[in-house]
Nanobody, 131 residues
Framework: QVQLVESGGGSVQAGGSLRLSCEGS???????MAWFRQAPGEEREGVAA????????????YYSRSVQGRFTISQGNAKNSVYLQMNSLKPEDGARYYC?????????????????????WGQGTQVTVSS
């Protein structure tokens, strides 16, 4: 059974930082992992995606425009794990953040940040940013 477990959410003041972690289990090797967020009454939004390199190819990362330059997605210490370092947080970054994993994703920023590209999802972790 595939599971994704997120951690690291919490409350922070605007301008602060948080680091989210996601660790997957029950699958040999995901091709991609990503972070999405969803605020009440809004659609789920792709924030950042990490495509694991293989066979000599490099890792690839994608970011939404709203977080480019402030958030960094990186590979975790364990396989099938990623971090999301969030700096210069704004009140509008507050949402429930979900980790997702894909097994056969298409490349490019649009598919990378689309929920349809992912097969497995975590339960989410709450991020609150106060002004």
């Amino acid at each position: 059974q595939v599971q994704l477990v997120e951690s690291g959410g919490g409350s922070v003041q605007a301008g602060g930082s948080l680091r989210l972690s996601c660790e997957g289990s029950g699958y040999t090797r995901f091709k991609s992992m990503a972070w999405f967020r969803q605020a009440p009454g809004e659609e789920r939004e792709g924030v950042a995606a990490f495509y694991f390199g293989s066979g000599g190819s490099s890792d690839i990362t994608y970011y939404s425009r709203s977080v480019q330059g402030r958030f960094t997605i990186s590979q975790g210490n364990a396989k099938n794990s990623v971090y999301l370092q969030m700096n210069s947080l704004k009140p509008e970054d507050g949402a429930r953040y979900y980790c997702a994993a894909g097994v056969n994703p298409n490349y490019g920023p649009l598919p990378a940040l689309s929920p349809d590209s992912y097969n497995y999802w975590g339960q989410g972790t709450q991020v609150t940013v106060s002004s």
